[in-house]
């Protein structure tokens, strides 16, 4: 039996710093994980920079049964706190866009950071272990490939499902549920959308086009890009739509956001009406989505030979097209799982388990879901840090 205080399961963002602010405070923890290398959605995130916080976090940029959970570690580890590490380890930073946060360099530089910071406080990282049974006798009790450990506080850190090419299981749900912990339903996010077979066949030439646009599901609207794809649709509006969307449900995209476009074909039909409908359309839209919109309105000849209901068809083709996707790419390529440990079953001020102390859930694995644009890192840190302040 391997005893220590702190045993951590997964040696991914929040299992590592959760594991250095264990060991800060004097604490033996041992991080466990079957991967070979700690931290590898790090090493492949932001296109390997690393989009590793956003300026702009708030809780409601994140998706739960309860958005309000987040809050408590959101604000007592903030983005700010994270920055002053990076700059600290001398790692370059730049911001994108929208507050986010990447490394000029590499994403590495991240890992190697938390590595070098796990390393010099004492934390123990043992890597290539499978973990097998988990049981409650004086602490915890981990069998693994490696022996049995003993631990006062165990911190689950095994993330989601998604990429399991990567090492994502469902290990985190299975503890959560063998200790009568309540889940929420799970499901892919920030993934691409899939379209009906029909929907493909007409929006085929439009593979590989990009464009500002704003997506709308429900209530809920980015204004960001879409890309058109051969599966259907992807970019940042749609992943950022995909963790909203329902499977039966429509979306609403907005090509031209912020442009009264029937004012600027009316206008220009009063002054250059000769012109083709799409060839007057491919002044505000790229060529082939021009061609495709005023198709899809079921219009076609002279700018000059519509009447107003014609362009009214147009601008709402154009402005609010309503597409209902058949489904998503799935886990093999969305960026997180939404739902996951209940936040009902944690303390949100340290995210242990309400009827188990000693058990902890944090990052991914936990029902907290940001958005795009380094949210979701900013919950691993923020997480990982609460409880490692009291495990
Ligand atoms: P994470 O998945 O990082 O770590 C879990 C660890 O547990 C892994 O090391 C795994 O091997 C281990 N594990 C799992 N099951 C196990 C088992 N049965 N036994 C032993 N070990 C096990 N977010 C962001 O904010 N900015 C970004 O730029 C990106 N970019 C990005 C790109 C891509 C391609 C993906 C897939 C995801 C992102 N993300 C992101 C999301 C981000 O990577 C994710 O939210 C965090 O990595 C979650 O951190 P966790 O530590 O909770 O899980």
């Known amino acids: 039996m391997q005893d220590c205080d702190v045993l951590i399961l997964g040696a991914g963002a929040a299992g590592l710093f959760c594991g250095i602010e264990a060991a800060r405070r004097g604490r033996r923890v041992v991080i466990l994980d079957h991967a070979q290398a700690p931290g590898e959605k790090i090493r492949i995130s932001g296109g390997g920079r690393c989009n590793f916080t956003n300026l702009h976090t708030t809780p409601e940029r994140f998706v739960s049964e309860n958005p309000r959970f987040a809050a408590s570690a959101l604000g007592r580890y903030r983005p700010a706190d994270f920055l002053a590490r990076v700059e600290r380890a001398g790692i370059a930073w730049h911001e994108k866009t929208l507050g986010q946060l990447f490394c000029d360099g590499s994403a590495r530089q991240i890992v190697t950071m938390l590595t070098d910071d796990l390393r010099a406080a004492g934390a123990e990282l043992r890597l290539g272990v499978s973990i097998g049974a988990v049981r409650q006798a004086a602490g915890f ?3 693994t490939s490696e022996g049995s450990f003993r631990a006062a506080s165990l911190v689950v850190a095994t993330g989601g499902k998604s990429i399991p090419k990567m090492g994502a299981t469902g290990l985190g749900y299975r503890i959560a549920e063998a200790f009568g912990l309540a889940l929420t339903e ?3 996010g920030l993934v691409p959308l899939t379209l009906a077979e029909q929907d493909l066949a007409r929006t085929a030439p439009l ?3 990009a464009v500002p646009a704003r997506v709308r599901f429900g209530r809920q609207g980015f204004d960001e890009a879409v890309l058109f794809t051969h599966r259907g649709l992807s970019g940042p509006a749609i992943l950022q739509i995909s963790s909203y969307w329902r499977e039966g449900e429509s979306i609403t995209i907005d090509l ?5 476009l029937g004012a600027l074909l009316r206008g220009q039909r009063a002054s250059a009406g000769k012109v083709a409908l799409h060839n007057a359309l491919a002044r505000h839209l790229p060529e082939r989505l021009a061609a495709f919109a005023v198709a899809e309105a079921g219009l076609s000849g002279r700018l000059a030979d519509q009447g107003n209901a014609a362009l ?3 601008v709402a083709q154009v402005q609010g097209w309503t597409l209902r996707p058949v489904g998503s790419e799935g886990y093999r390529t969305a960026e997180v799982t939404l739902g996951g440990v209940s936040t009902a079953a944690l303390e949100a001020r340290t995210l242990q388990a309400r009827a188990v102390p000693g058990l902890f859930f944090i990052g991914e ?3 907290v879901t940001g958005w795009l644009g380094g949210y979701n890192f900013q ?4 997480s990982g840090w609460a409880a490692g302040q009291v495990a």
């Open 141 to 143: 009790v981990v069998e």
């Open 186 to 188: 799970t499901r892919p």
């Open 207 to 209: 593979a590989g086009v």
């Open 256 to 260: 031209l956001p912020g442009t009264d």
């Open 312 to 314: 009214d068809r147009l």
């Open 365 to 367: 694995v936990v029902d």
């Open 379 to 382: 919950w691993a840190w923020s």
